[in-house]
């Protein structure tokens, strides 16, 4: 038995399958934190006059089209970034280069570098706009999963090469030879070592390197990219009663699944970290603002999985070339947010699926959450152009 499914294997199949059936009937998470409602933009704010409270928790979803990229900025001026796209990585740039330059001048003497940048899996749409990063920033640590397999893209090893020369750079491939799951560390602590209170935390959830290539408790067997897409780094950040849960592109169910009467299947990686969840608070799913797994793909975001985080927020990076998102996800985002408007997208007013994705632009509908680690406090919609 594969060691990511350990805690399944102790459990009887009738078990693990009577958890499953049982799972539409938690509404939340005892965990959950209980959130003032936050206003949602209703206008797009230029990129030159956005003004940010430095001292709290900025996390931004840079929108890339049909990709990944985020930026998390830390009350004490630390910065993580996270994959980076491969459209619209000019304006992902620029986006970054706003509130971290890297460049030397008269008021940042040193530049300001990426603390620790991460990549939460090896798919294209998710590492390629990295390189970027990698190219005007020092970048002081490398997190990925470390999956490998024959079927990568020679790009991945372009780009491997590219963070292995990287002066400077600890590197932290396979993580999961560093942590494990369960397992929390501290990203900022606030300048105050004797005071948890105002310390930035990740709580590692997924660290696996070679997920299995059959669901053991239904047999479904995975594809290459679906292992590719289960080899995904899933960490939640916390700070305070706040959090937000990255889940890169894991997959939870069927996505020729679509009518409702599927909407209760759970199965794959989501199976395992709602199992986790379940029988251990250390696995905590519950998170205010969820990153849409697979760009809001039917073969994520299952419904247990969603209760089980029970999100205030939820945030889709998606761009239509693969018409993401796809309804049966948002049907179920639907019965979880009690808002409609609290269920945010990075292709917000951009073209439909009946329309050629070249007139998808990038860049006009990037997101910052702001947080005093009590609530959220302010969420903006951005434009770079």
Same mark, same amino acid.
């Given at each position: 038995?594969?060691?990511?499914?350990?805690?399944?294997?102790a459990?009887?199949?009738?078990l693990?399958?009577?958890? =499953?059936?049982?799972?539409?009937?938690?509404?939340g998470?005892?965990? $959950?934190?209980v959130? *003032?409602?936050a206003?949602?933009p209703?206008?797009?704010?230029?990129?030159?006059?956005?003004?940010?409270?430095?001292?709290?928790?900025?996390?931004?979803?840079?929108?890339? !089209?049909?990709?990944?990229?985020?930026?998390?900025?830390?009350?004490?001026?630390?910065?993580?970034?996270?994959d !980076?796209g491969?459209?619209?990585?000019?304006?992902?740039?620029?986006? #970054?280069?706003?509130? $971290?330059?890297?460049?030397?001048?008269?008021t940042?003497?040193?530049? =300001?570098? =990426?603390?620790?940048?991460?990549?939460?899996?090896?798919?294209?749409?998710?590492?390629k706009?990295?390189?970027?990063?990698?190219?005007?920033w020092?970048?002081?640590?490398?997190?990925?999963?470390?999956?490998?397999?024959?079927?990568?893209?020679?790009?991945?090893?372009?780009?491997?090469?590219?963070?292995?020369?990287?002066?400077?750079?600890?590197?932290?491939?396979?993580?999961?030879?560093?942590?494990?799951? /369960?397992?929390?560390?501290?990203?900022?602590d606030g300048?105050?070592?004797?005071?948890?209170?105002?310390?930035?935390?990740?709580?590692?959830?997924?660290?696996?390197a070679?997920?299995?290539?059959?669901?053991?408790?239904?047999g479904?067997?995975?594809?290459?990219?679906?292992?590719?897409?289960?080899a995904?780094?899933?960490?939640k950040?916390?700070?305070?009663?706040?959090?937000?849960?990255?889940?890169?592109?894991?997959?939870?169910?069927?996505?020729?699944?679509?009518?409702?009467?599927?909407?209760?299947?759970?199965?794959?990686?989501?199976?395992?970290l709602?199992v986790?969840?379940?029988?251990?608070?250390?696995y905590?799913? $519950?998170?205010?603002?969820?990153?849409?797994?697979?760009?809001?793909?039917?073969?994520?975001?299952?419904?247990?999985?969603?209760?089980? #985080?029970?999100?205030?927020?939820?945030?889709?990076?998606?761009?239509?070339q693969?018409?993401h998102?796809?309804?049966?996800?948002?049907?179920?985002?639907?019965?979880?947010?009690?808002? $409609?408007?609290?269920?945010?997208?990075?292709?917000? /007013?951009?073209?439909?699926?009946?329309?050629?994705?070249?007139?998808d632009? *990038?860049?006009d509908?990037?997101?910052i959450?702001?947080?005093?680690?009590?609530?959220?406090t302010?969420?903006? *919609?951005?434009t770079?152009?």
């Amino acid at each position: 038995m594969h060691p990511q499914y350990l805690c399944l294997a102790a459990l009887p199949v009738t078990l693990a399958l009577a958890y =499953i059936s049982a799972a539409h009937a938690a509404v939340g998470h005892p965990l $959950a934190a209980v959130q *003032r409602p936050a206003r949602p933009p209703t206008t797009t704010t230029d990129l030159a006059d956005v003004a940010l409270d430095e001292s709290q928790l900025r996390v931004h979803f840079i929108d890339v !089209g049909p990709g990944l990229a985020a930026l998390i900025e830390t009350p004490s001026g630390r910065h993580i970034f996270i994959d !980076g796209g491969k459209w619209g990585v000019a304006d992902m740039e620029d986006d #970054v280069r706003h509130f $971290a330059n890297p460049d030397t001048t008269a008021t940042n003497p040193n530049g =300001i570098p =990426i603390d620790v940048a991460i990549v939460t899996h090896a798919d294209y749409d998710h590492y390629k706009g990295q390189d970027r990063i990698f190219e005007h920033w020092q970048v002081n640590e490398y997190w990925n999963t470390g999956y490998a397999s024959d079927d990568l893209p020679p790009s991945w090893g372009t780009f491997s090469g590219i963070v292995q020369a990287e002066q400077d750079c600890t590197i932290y491939s396979p993580i999961g030879d560093w942590v494990e799951p /369960g397992q929390t560390e501290i990203l900022d602590d606030g300048d105050t070592p004797d005071d948890d209170s105002d310390d930035v935390v990740i709580l590692y959830l997924n660290v696996d390197a070679d997920p299995p290539e059959t669901d053991p408790i239904f047999g479904r067997s995975f594809s290459e990219s679906e292992r590719r897409n289960n080899a995904s780094l899933v960490f939640k950040i916390i700070y305070g009663d706040v959090s937000f849960l990255f889940t890169g592109d894991i997959n939870g169910r069927d996505k020729d699944h679509e009518d409702p009467s599927a909407d209760e299947e759970i199965d794959s990686e989501e199976l395992e970290l709602w199992v986790r969840d379940q029988l251990d608070d250390r696995y905590d799913l $519950a998170a205010t603002v969820l990153q849409v797994s697979h760009h809001g793909s039917n073969g994520s975001s299952s419904l247990p999985f969603l209760r089980a #985080v029970a999100p205030t927020w939820a945030v889709i990076p998606a761009g239509h070339q693969y018409d993401h998102p796809n309804a049966g996800t948002l049907r179920r985002l639907g019965q979880v947010i009690q808002r $409609a408007d609290h269920i945010l997208r990075t292709d917000e /007013g951009d073209s439909t699926p009946e329309v050629s994705a070249a007139r998808d632009p *990038r860049g006009d509908d990037c997101l910052i959450f702001q947080t005093d680690g009590t609530t959220i406090t302010e969420v903006l *919609r951005v434009t770079v152009h």
